[in-house]
């Protein structure tokens, strides 16, 4: 195959887009990612900050509500085309958690086209909460999806904050968290059942050791410097889309700049 170029993709819950524009700016200033996955901009569509990403060079599509959840996708290859929710009948408040595009890439025209799906799943507040059935319901409303789109051939990601910590090294001390809506064994079988025939967890491939997160609470004391965190935020590629991978790896220091999201945006690299 003829490579074209390296491609990074990267996926950041921004926790409000707006306040985080300044983060932006200055990672994307120093940065190359060619395809960025946003989650949780909390803006209505009218307000999300187009022009911002343009400038930037980028084609953006997005789909949000006000003060809660939106998904974003700005990218440097082509936006052929882009979709919100999930297609199958459901409710359209499942729209600005999930947004789902096709990126053109340049080169041969029989090149395959790069397929995302940006999600936000929900975080599911508590096991005895109705959130948390919805939050199961919603993850195999994807695999049903993905299924429908021919998963696993193909180059597909399946991006995102998935409020899922898979197994106990994406977690500080996994022994008090058995209970959390995030690292259930319920959740986790299910998510194994999701992943494994279709998916594999790029990030895992590179970054076997322990250790390694993208989300550190704010409400936890000096959770960064002190490495309490979870690891909930994904770059899960189709086996043949991840035999391309060289890389993917967390930025952990946009967390500790001013004005930081509780997230951190996770990169991977490509040879496409």
């Not at 993850?139 to 999806?145: F, N, V």
């Not at 079988?189 to 790029?202: M, Q, S, Y």
């Amino acid at each position: 195959m003829v490579l074209v170029s390296l491609l990074r993709v990267a996926t950041f819950n921004v926790n409000s887009i707006r306040s985080r524009l300044p983060v932006l700016e200055r990672w994307l200033h120093d940065t190359s990612v060619d395809v960025l996955c946003l989650q949780e901009t909390k803006v209505v569509d009218e307000d999300f900050p187009q022009a911002f990403f343009e400038d930037l060079g980028y084609g953006v599509a997005f789909r949000g509500q006000k003060s809660y959840s939106g998904v974003a996708v700005a990218s440097r290859l082509p936006i052929e085309e882009a979709e919100a929710g999930f297609d199958d009948g459901g409710s359209e408040g499942d729209e600005p958690r999930i947004l789902r595009v096709t990126l053109g890439v340049p080169g041969s025209a029989t090149r395959p086209r790069l397929r995302v799906v940006n999600t936000y799943v929900p975080q599911g507040k508590a096991i005895d909460h109705p959130d948390y059935p919805y939050k199961l319901g919603f993850l195999e409303r994807l695999a049903r999806l993905f299924d429908a789109a021919g998963v696993p051939e193909g180059h597909l990601l399946w991006v995102g904050d998935l409020n899922v910590a898979p197994t106990d090294r994406d977690v500080t001390h996994p022994e008090n968290k058995r209970d959390h809506v995030c690292f259930h064994e319920t959740l986790r079988n299910l998510f194994a059942d999701i992943t494994a025939p279709r998916f594999v967890d790029v990030f895992r491939k590179h970054r076997p050791g322990d250790g390694e997160f993208s989300f550190w609470d704010y409400r936890v004391k000096n959770a960064l410097e002190r490495n309490i965190g979870w690891r909930i935020d994904h770059i899960l590629a189709t086996p043949e889309l991840a035999a391309l991978s060289s890389d993917c790896y967390a930025v952990r220091e946009l967390r500790a700049w001013e004005k930081p999201s509780d997230h951190t945006a996770v990169v991977g690299v490509f040879d496409l």
